[in-house]
């Protein structure tokens, strides 16, 4: 895994030509840059290190003409190498670029006062005071000032163990999550087709994983890689500069802006959510103002919308809307980058908190506050709790959490776990993933279905307890995964248990209550009283406490509306078994021995069939056992 080192400085203070002298190879490739000497195009180069990673350097252009080119190249960087040369000290390209590294996150660099070799020691001493006041108040006061000259190699051993020092101080990226590269190159290589480079932001890579382009969501698989200029290599990290070869990719399926990943990962929207800072130096923010913003390698035109007041102050920070006018890779944390649309100068910039955003509604601003700061506070615990109250019923995944927030699974889980501690969400089965849901919408839920059962065993005491599809009308119009989640977890604390087709409380006995005993023994011998022929259900009694014996299978419905006692059945049973044993019966058979109708025969017929005594082959019936 490497280290990536972005330039940055005014137009001909020696950035190529510093890089070229650490690494030998001249970062500027192009025709049109050598023939006018100045930086049109990213360059990238690299150097080996003491300890067998490579610093990677992008070299950036200076010209104000460039900026996008700019931002593009340190939009994924760890940390700068400002250049100024000592014959000029601070220029306006000096600050730009010093503004634009602040905005995108990136703190840590190193100061190189170039072309020490055309001036006294004197004008470098004032040139040196020069950076450290400009530097004075800013995130990057105390960075170190070293003097170089590119012509006599002064102070290039002192460079590069600064270099190596910052490299350590870094440490290394996140390879946790999924992988994620945004292109800041694509050329067309002779014998190998369309090439695309940049640096890995998040995850690893490897030859014959797929990978999706966004925008477009294309597949396509990994053909031959190369990292940090290393050909022999078979996988790629967070932290390298990777160039991938991709089976069937096309020049013109890539654009400024585009990004491989792994599929499923990267979200692409027109609509983002900021936290954004203007800078001092800019202009009043104004709603619905038109501005150029950079993040990563894209640059969009879009309309600004301040979202607390109507304006955003210079040196002020708050929460700002974007409508793009074209989709852009984004996810949560992403940094960006906001330039005037004319003159172009950038203005300020920030945090990307939520892609895929609604329009700003004056009535909803103070909800849409609440939620911004929540995101903005950085603490993943209150930014899923959040997510799961707003999801209801429907809950929330961790693959679902890891794509709306850019954490990685590993760490959704966790902090689902630790929230289910503290009794905030509840995790619930959904087939084979879970989902987190409020813990008070699934105590909510569970103490619905508690109660319908109490009120069930209350109104049918003979009953055994409502049936199993009873809670999916209870809990109606919850998903079906939810209501099956609830269930299962009021068995597994105990509230319930399953008695075959049914759902009953623990503390509601399996037996007849006593009191209720003598009303049974009654219906039984009323519906007994019928005989062989059976008794109109409308005749039996009580209609509860008969569907409860039904339920208990003490009663069974000979057909449709007509009951018979279990032991009625079974006395039928025995006596035809003991009639035809193995040999089975036709229907003819059974009215004949039975003494029936035919069409009572066949009721008798089917209930055996029903009860699962007997099997019907051709027009005999035979038992089972």
Not at 203 to 227: A, C, F, H, W
Not at 342 to 359: Q, R, W, Y
Not at 509 to 536: C, F, M, N, T, W
Not at 541 to 568: P, Y
């Amino acid at each position: 895994m490497g280290v990536i080192v972005g330039t940055a400085g005014h137009i001909d203070h020696g950035k190529s030509s510093l890089v070229k002298y650490l690494t030998g190879t001249d970062p500027d490739r192009l025709k049109e840059e050598k023939e006018r000497g100045i930086t049109i195009e990213l360059g990238y180069v690299f150097m080996p290190m003491p300890d067998g990673d490579v610093l990677s350097f992008i070299d950036v252009p200076g010209h104000e003409k460039f900026i996008r080119q700019m931002v593009a190249g340190v939009a994924t960087v760890d940390c700068f190498l400002l250049v100024v040369a000592a014959d000029e000290g601070v220029m306006p390209q000096t600050g730009e670029h010093l503004d634009i590294l602040r905005l995108l996150g990136v703190n840590k660099g190193i100061v190189a006062l170039t072309k020490c070799d055309l001036v006294s020691s004197e004008m470098q001493d004032l040139a040196e005071a020069d950076i450290v006041g400009f530097l004075q108040n800013t995130p990057f006061e105390g960075t170190s000032v070293i003097r170089v000259s590119s012509e006599t190699g002064q102070g290039m051993d002192d460079i590069r163990k600064a270099l190596f020092q910052m490299k350590e101080e870094i440490g290394q990226r996140q390879t946790g999550t999924k992988f994620r590269l945004d292109i800041d190159r694509v050329f067309i290589l002779e014998g190998f087709g369309t090439i695309i480079g940049g640096t890995a932001v998040s995850g690893s890579v490897k030859i014959g994983d797929n990978l999706e382009l966004q925008p477009g969501g294309k597949t396509y698989r990994v053909r031959e890689m190369r990292v940090n200029a290393n050909k022999e290599v078979q996988s790629g990290t967070a932290g390298d500069r990777i160039a991938l070869n991709l089976v069937g990719l096309q020049r013109e399926d890539v654009s400024y802006g585009s990004c491989v990943a792994e599929p499923g990962f990267l979200q692409v929207k027109n609509s983002l959510d900021t936290n954004l800072t203007l800078l001092r130096s800019a202009k009043p923010l104004k709603r619905y103002q038109r501005v150029r913003l950079h993040t990563g390698t894209a640059e969009i035109m879009a309309r600004a919308v301040p979202v607390e007041t109507d304006v955003i102050h210079p040196g002020s920070t708050g929460f700002v809307h974007f409508q793009l006018e074209s989709q852009v890779v984004a996810l949560p944390g992403d940094r960006f980058v906001i330039r005037n649309y004319s003159p172009v100068i950038t203005i300020g910039g920030g945090i990307i908190l939520e892609a895929g955003t609604g329009k700003v509604r004056k009535k909803h601003v103070r909800e849409r506050i609440s939620h911004l700061e929540v995101l903005s506070s950085g603490d993943i615990a209150a930014v899923l709790s959040e997510m799961v109250q707003q999801a209801g019923f429907d809950g929330v995944s961790v693959s679902e959490a890891a794509s709306s927030t850019g954490n990685i699974p590993e760490e959704i889980q966790a902090v689902f776990a630790e929230l289910r501690e503290q009794g905030t969400v509840e995790l619930m089965k959904d087939g084979t993933t879970h989902r987190a849901v409020s813990s008070e919408l699934a105590d909510e839920a569970g103490k619905t279905v508690v109660y319908s059962i109490q009120k069930h065993h209350e109104t049918n005491p003979v009953s055994f307890g409502v049936q199993l599809s009873a809670p999916g009308r209870i809990l109606s119009g919850y998903p079906q995964w939810f209501v099956r989640s609830i269930v299962e977890n009021l068995i597994e604390s105990g509230r319930i248990e399953r008695r075959k087709e049914w759902l009953a409380l623990l503390t509601y006995g399996k037996g007849i209550p006593p009191e209720y005993a003598a009303p049974v023994e009654q219906i039984i011998r009323k519906v007994d009283s019928g005989g062989i022929q059976g008794l109109s259900i409308t005749d039996s009694g009580d209609d509860g406490l008969v569907n409860s014996l039904i339920e208990r299978e003490m009663l069974f419905e000979l057909t449709k509306g007509i009951l018979i006692s279990a032991e009625q059945a079974e006395t039928v049973q025995e006596k035809v078994i003991e009639a035809f044993g193995e040999t089975g019966f036709t229907l003819a058979q059974l009215r004949d021995f039975l003494g029936v109708s035919r069409k009572l025969a066949l009721q008798w017929g089917e209930f055996f069939d029903r009860r699962g005594w007997t099997v019907r082959k051709s027009d005999r019936r035979y038992f089972t056992s």
